[in-house]
């Protein structure tokens, strides 16, 4: 190991552009040294650039928790840029750890998060510069544990192959339950089998290798045959209270730019909006938030801790928060003097004031994004999307109003039913924003339009849906690039291809894991980013494993389908989500489960754990409220 850390820093890293991103010495890295009788050994891979990589809060959560413990540490890798895998590969060195430059293949657990479908390529390369076989079988002794978790995880399938375990949903306490499992197996000097089969009892983990899968002639899902003493669907984890549960706030600051060069906060998990085409509303479900002072006190040590100077305040939707505007005020009087800006991520439109815009420009402006998604009020009723025009532009000149004068505005294409007339909704919203802001900063007032194409997710009303074929896709891009014009109007759009690749990689099966597989032989590595994009090389893999991609991402699903991704089950209900693309189809709006009654989603009463708001009278939901019928 010294030895490969001598070669890294002296040979190697000398010869890349970037070398701040491989050496591990950032300010609050865990070092625990070798003689600390350490018990189980982690790394954390996040199949990404380290720029990416070191902007996700789950990574850092569990860095955090594993390194609390005496008996563990956990150390990170990140996707090697092209040029640091050219040097590893020439002078046959393996993949290793940034903070002890350890080989990969020496830890006992090999842990991926998985955020993006794109980014399944980078896996394979990590477990093949790690020096270890891509498939599961073929990794004969127990270690390294290969295991992988995160919003992919939701449709394990298309991994299936090269995984040992998944875990499904929340990781702060089961990741304490795997830790000492695998202590205990060290100890006991389990074999591989024994070890998966140890793994499958633990609540919220799936292995893929004790469940069999059955297909009908046409090729759709027949059945799933589960080893003896292992129950499907194998449900979601979940943390009960936030307030309980330890957070980070010594982070690894970073002496290089990443994506999100800031502090972070989360306030609460979970969303209660019902939008029908996201996954993250669907799986994260109740919403538990963390109590204002929780959130103040985390504030105050991460800042201390880090010396950043912005801290953003992160959840699926950050303007339903019980006590934001009070919380606001609070940390604009307390850190505002010392320069510190609050920055919200995209906020919903219909959850902005004049008075919150004004508190948070009131020490630097911090960009800001609204998410009205479709174009017609027609289109958001389908996908559940309960803001309207007025909401938006009245949010809008709030904003330029209080000195912005730049909004960025994100849109979905290729929503189920979507037409040209929703296409030109688009342009007339961007139209009107942007006469909005010129009428309130004029000669500065800027707009950015985003329209990303929508890809159909697991777990979500939307899983009956098929995407929209590629051509149309472009065409319906073209109408927009035809009519956003001015000036003061930039479009931003989204690959048609990478798009389609995403499809086809999230409504997956096993099988799309041999085309994956031979993707990654033919060259596929860091698929997210465009530049390394082949479409061609992804068409000979397809072919060479005998799959139609379109008849995954393209082919609208029958009620009755059964889906690779049911072995994992995020607590919603199928006759709930069938109710939900049933009323999607005829336009109907599902409100607001803060607002109305319960809509038996299932998540409750399957998961037992209920929604948690942090309002000033610690207002909890109450079980009878939560799991009353509709």
Not at 6 to 19: A, D, I, M, Y
Not at 401 to 418: D, H, N, Q
């Amino acid at each position: 190991m010294d030895n490969l850390r001598e070669v890294v820093l002296s040979e190697v890293l000398p010869r890349v552009k970037k070398p701040a991103r491989y050496t591990g010495n950032e300010l609050n890295a865990v070092h625990k040294p070798a003689s600390a009788g350490l018990s189980v050994r982690v790394l954390l891979a996040f199949p990404d650039l380290y720029e990416v990589g070191m902007s996700h809060l789950g990574l850092k959560i569990l860095y955090d928790l594993i390194n609390r413990r005496t008996d563990a540490v956990a150390e990170r890798v990140y996707a090697p840029d092209t040029d640091l895998e050219e040097e590893l590969r020439k002078r046959r060195l393996p993949l290793f750890s940034l903070e002890t430059t350890s080989p990969a293949a020496s830890f006992d657990v090999f842990g991926f998060t998985l955020q993006y479908e794109l980014s399944y390529p980078a896996v394979l390369n990590l477990l093949d510069l790690a020096g270890l076989p891509l498939r599961s079988v073929e990794r004969a002794g127990p270690w390294p544990l290969v295991i992988a978790g995160g919003p992919c995880a939701y449709n394990p399938e298309p991994l299936a192959p090269f995984i040992d375990a998944f875990v499904i949903g929340e990781g702060e306490e089961v990741v304490g339950e795997i830790l000492d499992l695998v202590k205990t197996a060290k100890a006991d000097g389990c074999d591989k089998p024994a070890l998966l089969a140890r793994l499958a009892g633990v609540p919220g983990v799936y292995v893929p290798s004790l469940v069999e899968v059955e297909h009908h002639a046409d090729g759709t899902v027949a059945g799933f045959r589960p080893a003896p003493g292992v129950t499907l669907p194998v449900q979601k984890r979940v943390v009960a209270d936030l307030d309980k549960t330890p957070y980070p706030t010594a982070f690894i600051v970073p002496y290089t730019e990443v994506v999100h060069d800031r502090a972070m906060v989360e306030v609460f998990r979970g969303c209660t909006r019902g939008c029908r085409f996201c996954q993250a509303g669907a799986v994260y479900r109740p919403v538990r938030e963390r109590g204002r002072r929780t959130v103040e006190r985390l504030v105050d040590e991460v800042l201390a801790r880090t010396g950043w100077e912005e801290v953003s305040l992160t959840s699926l939707s950050t303007g339903d928060y019980s006590c934001l505007e009070p919380l606001i005020q609070h940390l604009i009087r307390l850190h505002g003097p010392e320069g510190v800006a609050v920055s919200l991520p995209s906020l919903r439109v219909d959850s902005f004031s004049v008075r919150l815009a004004g508190q948070i420009q009131a020490v630097r402006k911090t960009g800001l994004t609204f998410a009205p998604e479709a174009g017609t009020q027609r289109l958001r009723e389908v996908i559940n999307k309960n803001v309207t025009e007025e909401d938006l532009l009245g949010a809008v000149t709030a904003a330029f109003e209080a000195g912005w004068s730049r909004v960025k505005l994100y849109f979905m294409i290729g929503l189920p039913t979507e037409t040209d007339e929703d296409l030109q909704g688009i342009v007339d919203l961007a139209y009107k924003v942007l006469g909005a802001g010129r009428k309130r900063r004029p000669g500065r007032a800027r707009v950015t339009v985003s329209a990303s194409s929508f890809v159909p997710k697991a777990h979500t009303p939307f899983q009956w849906a098929p995407q929209v074929e590629r051509e149309e896709l472009r065409r319906r891009q073209k109408y927009l690039i035809d009519r956003l014009r001015d000036r003061a109007i930039e479009f931003q759009w989204h690959d048609v291809d990478l798009s389609f690749l995403e499809a086809v990689l999230a409504r997956g099966d096993r099988r799309v894991g041999w085309a994956l597989e031979e993707a990654f032989r033919r060259g596929a590595k860091l698929d997210s980013w465009s530049e390394h994009f082949s479409l061609e090389r992804w068409e000979e893999a397809f072919a060479a494993a005998g799959i139609d991609p379109s008849w995954y991402a393209n082919r609208p699903r029958a009620r009755d389908e059964r889906f690779p991704w049911e072995v994992v089950g995020a607590g919603l209900s199928r006759s709930y989500l069938w109710r939900e693309w049933e009323r999607a189809r005829r336009g109907e709006q599902t409100p607001d489960c803060r607002d109305a009654p319960c809509h038996a989603c299932g998540v409750c009463v399957q998961l037992k754990v209920h929604p948690q708001l942090a309002r000033e009278e610690a207002a909890q939901v109450g079980p009878g409220q939560a799991e009353a019928g509709p």
